[in-house]
């Protein structure tokens, strides 16, 4: 069974980590894998791709087993949604880990990376100046996990947007944050003079960075002692 993680988190939603770690046949042969699955992964080039897509939809079946249909559609900016049920839905897949986050309240994203010391070339495009200051006082054995959270916090939070549309360093913003093993953060979206607040968890997953963010509603947050139950299978 390659399911890591099950988290119930405040707000009625859900998040699953999946890591794909049985033979190919497995999933190729996997009753999920109907018609509409199969001419959707046909158009992805490399095995690895259509393993993870395969995975979410393993994944978001094995979350939501008593949903009969769990079919997922695309909107004009790529962002996933269900066709039938009931909840808002964010996906990411990095190597052979894949990650669903689930809520039937909230707005959500979720982002899992593998660490690559490429993020610090590409920092400059995605760090506005609050940004860089608070990574300019980060210690530098710390710095490329703490990029690896800040471009994550971003990549949820354009998820959760969903419109498209967003400069990564003038329309997001990731409010200063202690880093761990495992921590929280707050950050925010401007567009269009509307500000969506968001509460984010991050954690290290062995070489993985995964982040995820729920939109700030009252009293939700996504801080870990929200947790209603954390599962580590």
């Excluded at 890591?19 to 490399?46: C, H, M």
Aim: hydrophobic share 40%; with cysteine.
């Amino acid at each position: 069974m390659a399911l890591l993680i099950r988290k119930e988190l405040a707000g009625n939603s859900l998040l699953g980590v999946w890591k794909i770690e049985e033979n190919d046949a497995w999933y190729f042969n996997n009753p999920l894998l109907t018609e509409r699955v199969q001419s959707r992964i046909d158009g992805y080039k490399s095995v690895q791709r259509k393993l993870q897509a395969i995975a979410v939809r393993i994944l978001i079946k094995t979350l939501l087993p008593s949903e009969k249909n769990v079919d997922i559609g695309y909107n004009e900016k790529n962002k996933p949604f269900f066709t039938e049920a009931l909840y808002k839905l964010s996906i990411t897949h990095s190597g052979n880990m894949v990650a669903v986050l689930l809520s039937d309240t909230v707005k959500v994203g979720v982002d899992i990376e593998k660490k690559d010391s490429q993020v610090e070339r590409v920092a400059h495009k995605f760090m506005n100046a609050e940004e860089e200051s608070n990574y300019a006082s980060i210690l530098e054995s710390e710095k490329l996990d703490y990029l690896h959270v800040l471009w994550g916090a971003k990549e949820c939070m354009y998820k959760l947007y969903g419109k498209g549309g967003l400069d990564f360093r003038e329309d997001m913003t990731v409010h200063k944050f202690d880093l761990k093993s495992q921590g929280d953060f707050t950050g925010m979206v401007s567009k269009d003079e509307r500000l969506i607040h968001v509460a984010g968890v991050y954690t290290k997953l062995d070489n993985f960075v995964l982040v995820y963010v729920l939109e700030k509603r009252g009293n939700v947050s996504a801080n870990r002692q929200t947790l209603d139950n954390e599962q580590h299978i």
